[in-house]
Nanobody
Framework: QVQLAESGGGSVQAGGSLRLSCAAS????????ASWFRQAPGKEREGVAA????????FVADSVKGRFTIAKDNAKDTVYLQMNALKPEDTAMYFC???????????????????WGQGTQVTVSP
C-alpha cells in the first residue's frame, strides 16, 4: 500500500525557514509527479510546487516563487520543500501528493493526484 509521510512542519516566526520532507513507502517517485499542496482553514487546497523526480523540472506557484523550492532525493524516494522568508499567510496544513502515472507538465491541481500524505502543520507568526 502506497504511503506518503510528511515531516518537518512546526512553528516559526515570519522571515524564518522550514524544510518539509515527504518519504514514500511501496512507491517510487521516479517518472511520476510529486507535489506539495497546502490548505488553510476555510480555504481551498492550493498547489505550491511540483517536481518530476526523474528530471530536474520544477513547477512553483507564483505565490511562493522565489521563496520556496522543491527538490528530490531519488535514492531515498524523498521529496523536500524548502521554505524561506516565511510569511504569516503561509500558515496552513501542508500535504505531499504523488501521481500514479507520468504527467507532463506536472500539474498543481489536486484532482490530478492519486496518493496523499496526512499533512504537516506549518504556523508562521508575525
Amino acid at each position: 500500500q502506497v504511503q506518503l509521510a510528511e515531516s518537518g512542519g512546526g512553528s516559526v516566526q515570519a522571515g524564518g525557514s522550514l524544510r518539509l520532507s515527504c518519504a514514500a513507502s511501496d512507491y517510487t517517485f521516479s517518472g511520476r509527479c510529486a507535489s506539495w499542496f497546502r490548505q488553510a482553514p476555510g480555504k481551498e487546497r492550493e498547489g505550491v510546487a511540483a517536481i518530476l523526480p526523474s528530471t530536474s523540472h520544477l513547477f512553483v506557484a507564483d505565490s511562493v516563487k522565489g521563496r520556496f523550492t522543491i527538490a528530490k532525493d531519488n535514492a531515498k524516494d524523498t521529496v523536500y520543500l524548502q521554505m524561506n522568508a516565511l510569511k504569516p499567510e503561509d500558515t496552513a496544513m501542508y500535504f505531499c501528493a504523488a501521481t500514479m502515472y507520468t504527467l507532463w507538465p506536472c500539474p498543481l491541481s489536486p484532482d490530478e493526484y492519486n496518493y496523499w500524505g496526512q499533512g504537516t502543520q506549518v504556523t508562521v507568526s508575525p
